[in-house]
């Protein structure tokens, strides 16, 4: 099992869904940096479920800093961050505890650690576990945004619901603003959860400020590292930058990301690439496109195996489930995307 990424800034995180605790622990931070708790709240805030669709667990991510601060400032030391799990109901996954969940990991795991991992609320692969690594993020992302680099996140499609694209119109403004409300992206959900289902989506993360020449070709690249994290997100399925998969029906000249000197600066006329050529920035903003698939678990029957007996059965999901991973993935994304970020802007 592998529970650390990072070079210079290494994230080792652990705990389950249904444990006490979560923990995450930063090692290798600068001594000095501000921890804003203040700010680390936010965070959390807009990772929590919000919308009507959500899910209907309700945790308010009470939190302690156990080492690597003291008066408000990171001493240089491994910082570790302790979230409490309060609000588990573990009733449904003990019962069907043999039973493999269609498109979850039960099988996989079962395989891999011979029955002993913790099928509680899915274990180490919940979506739970985003908590604890946005807590620390909240402190690295406060830091990008000291020098300039911000995050920012848009809706691309929904299920059926899919922003106006237009290739010409991506090439020119190198990114998309949704154009459907809160509302009807709520009413959307809540019609989806009433069906017992669920849905995949689509989102846009920008990156602002980024200065030319970041990255470090050729074996870790900035969008190799970027998407290295963001593929820690549950339900992830494809990462791409800039123009993406629409290169495959495109021509080399609709893409190419002209550029000239205006008033003594580098501009692009247009960013097809995403602000990344090479495994290096270049300067325009950073664009990438996260698709996630529709959460696993829900309340209809469907056909499976029970893993102990190997005889093929068929299980309806109980629980408490999101419809899709739209809003609290948009936090998430700037939190892990941040992190990669940090890693390697130490690392330069």
């Not at 003291?70 to 979230?83: D, H, K, M, P, Q």
């Amino acid at each position: 099992m592998s529970s650390t990424i990072g070079n210079n800034i290494r994230l080792t995180i652990s705990g389950e869904s249904h444990g006490k605790y979560m923990l995450a622990t930063l090692d290798g931070l600068a001594s000095g940096l501000e921890v804003d708790t203040d700010y680390i709240d936010k965070v959390l805030e807009a990772r929590r479920p919000s919308s009507v669709a959500a899910s209907a667990r309700k945790e308010k991510d009470d939190y302690e800093i156990i080492s690597g601060v003291f008066n408000g400032r990171t001493t240089g030391a491994a910082l570790s961050i302790l979230i409490k799990n309060a609000d588990v109901d573990s009733s449904f996954y003990e019962k069907n505890k043999d039973l493999a969940r269609p498109s979850q990991a039960d099988y996989g795991a079962y395989i891999k650690y011979k029955g002993f991992n913790d099928y509680r609320g899915s274990g180490i692969f919940s979506a739970r576990l985003t908590a604890p690594v946005c807590a620390a993020a909240a402190i690295v992302l406060k830091e990008l945004e000291k020098q300039g680099i911000t995050f920012e996140t848009h809706l691309k499609r929904l299920g059926d619901i899919i922003d106006e694209e237009c290739g010409e119109e991506f090439l020119s403004k190198s990114y998309h603003m949704y154009k459907h409300s809160d509302d009807e992206i709520d009413k959307y959900l809540a019609d989806i959860k009433k069906a017992n289902d669920s849905v995949g989506s689509e989102v846009e993360l920008i990156i602002k400020g980024v200065k030319a020449g970041v990255g470090e070709p050729p074996f870790a690249p900035l969008d190799g590292e970027l998407a290295r994290y963001l593929y820690l997100i549950p339900s992830v399925k494809a990462v791409s930058f800039g123009y993406g998969l629409g290169y495959a029906h495109s021509l080399g000249s609709e893409v190419a990301d002209e550029m000239q000197v205006i008033d003594g600066k580098v501009k692009l006329l247009k960013n097809s690439n995403g602000g990344i050529i090479g495994g290096i920035s270049n300067g325009a903003d950073i664009v990438v496109s996260v698709v996630f698939k529709p959460i696993a678990s829900i309340s209809r029957e469907l056909r499976t195996i029970n893993m102990k007996t190997m005889e093929n059965t068929s299980i309806n999901i109980e629980g408490r489930h999101d419809a899709a991973v739209v809003p609290r993935v948009y936090t998430i994304m700037k939190c892990y995307a941040a992190l990669a970020l940090y890693d390697i802007l130490v690392r330069a």
